[in-house]
């Protein structure tokens, strides 16, 4: 039995998922990471989210990729983050990211047509902060369902 | 007798009505500050993880940051007045209007210019029928904001506040708006958002801050960090003034349904006064009336 840690995701509205877990995989703007107990601590901004102002600044070339937690009865939580950051303390973890969703409560088709329009939005020279958000946020979605199923 | 049976009558009858309205408008406003109370709870646990991580970075961190240098000189200051879109709810909105107002007066004796945000349609209102110019307002969510639309009003802050003061910028943000300190006592109050003042902790003796690794880098860390926090803060204010609204509402709806209830029981007893008076003046009548008639008759006879 592998050894586990604390894990709490919260959104900015409410806590996403809390409990105990041996792993967690997460994308942040350096690349895929994963945390194992013990880890450690280390502060970490995840791909994605609102670039308003940190286009300039920020490693925004990536696309938001889902949170994946291994609980410690072996199932897999699956929660589409959009930006935020990832919190590792010795003992515990803390995934922070105000649209932070699970993905068995995101609807796919929804998910999928917003993907689309915003698509479609920058395909036609639309580069605004708004409309890039709308596709991180989109394609956030879209990752975490298709990982769940 | 002031006025007729029936003119009294008729304004019972439609004071009534509008106390069944008011009564309906106290119940929804304390169904929804319920409702308010659970969102603010919920908003709890994003809160404490947030600052904690503020916390752990700028606790050990030497950078400097502009989010949390005082400029050595404010010539513009942002004030963003958060007051309500509908009306019927007591003297909230004027009591955030005029904070605001007073702030706005006091900044420009400083020689500050004030650029003014407003959140709510009575604010809105209050501010464009003066002329007065308003940099960017927002109105639909005073009584239920989300996170995305305090993130919305936010970013714009924020936006202002990054840019240089050449271009327009500002030095510093206050935010006007109701604190909730109770069911029955929210206060109008002014808190500076930016730049922010770290507090250390002191008494809190700090289990020695782990060292931490930073992805990208500590400062972009820190940047995005106070970025967040600043939105949850915004958020955070604007679901106390949603409270506060609510709560005002739900105080003067049921100072409204007392006074209607006052008002019925005055005029039943009026109608009840006119209606007896009008009997007595029939029998007194009628009485008077067979008196005269048998009076007659003896006459006849």
């Not at chain 2, 200051?77 to 007051?83: Q, Y």
């Not at chain 2, 206060?187 to 289990?207: S, T, Y």
């Not at chain 2, 029998?283 to 009076?295: D, H, K, N, P, W």
């Amino acid at each position: 039995m592998a050894e586990t840690f604390h894990v709490e995701v919260v959104a900015a509205s409410q806590s996403v998922w809390e409990g105990e877990a041996t792993q967690l995989t997460a994308t942040t703007t350096e690349g895929e990471i994963g945390i194992l107990a013990r880890h450690g601590p280390l502060l970490a901004m995840l791909a994605g989210g609102d670039t308003a102002a940190g286009l300039k600044n920020a490693a925004l070339g990536r696309e938001p990729g889902p949170v994946v937690v291994t609980t410690a009865d072996g199932r897999s939580e699956v929660i589409a983050v959009d930006g935020g950051f990832l919190a590792v303390e010795s003992d515990r973890t803390a995934v922070i990211s105000p649209y932070a969703q699970l993905a068995e409560e995101i609807s796919l088709d929804e998910a999928q047509a917003n993907l689309r329009r915003a698509q479609a939005k920058r395909d036609g020279g639309d580069n605004s902060p708004q409309t890039l958000r709308d596709y991180h946020r989109a394609i956030a979605q879209v990752k975490a369902v298709s990982r769940k199923v | 007798m002031a006025a007729s049976l029936r003119e009294l009558r008729e304004r019972n009858r439609s004071v009534r009505a509008t106390q069944k309205i008011t009564r309906a408008m106290e119940l929804i406003a304390a169904s929804r500050i319920t409702k308010a109370q659970q969102a603010a709870l919920q908003a709890l646990p994003y809160t404490r993880e947030l600052n904690r991580a503020v916390e752990a970075v700028a606790a050990g961190s030497k950078v400097r940051h502009p989010l949390l240098t005082e400029p050595d000189e404010i010539r513009r200051s942002a004030v963003l007045v958060v007051t309500s879109d509908r009306g019927l709810a007591g003297a909230y909105s004027s009591n955030v209007i005029r904070m605001a107002e007073r702030l706005t007066q006091t900044l420009s004796h400083q020689g500050r210019v004030v650029d003014t945000y407003i959140c709510g349609r009575k604010g809105l209102a209050y501010y464009k029928f003066r002329g007065r110019e308003v940099v960017k307002g927002w109105d639909g969510f005073s009584d239920k904001p989300t996170y995305t639309q305090s993130d919305a009003v936010a970013g714009v802050l924020l936006q202002a506040f990054r840019k240089p003061t050449e271009e327009g910028g500002v030095d510093e943000i206050q935010v006007v708006y109701t604190r909730f300190e109770s069911m029955l006592r929210q206060e109008a109050r002014i808190r500076r958002i930016l730049p922010l003042r770290v507090v250390h902790n002191k008494d809190e003796e700090r289990q020695a801050t782990p060292l931490y690794e930073f992805e990208p880098s500590e400062e972009i860390v820190l940047d995005r960090l106070l970025d967040l926090y600043i939105r949850n803060r915004v958020h955070f204010y604007l679901m106390q003034a949603a409270a506060s609204e609510l709560a005002s509402k739900q105080t003067a709806m049921k100072s409204a349904t007392d006074n209607a209830q006052q008002l019925i029981e005055e005029l039943t007893r009026q109608a009840n006064q006119a209606r007896q008076g009008q009997i007595t003046q029939e029998i007194t009548e009628i009485v008077g009336g067979v008196q005269a008639l048998s009076e007659a008759k003896t006459r006849n006879e």
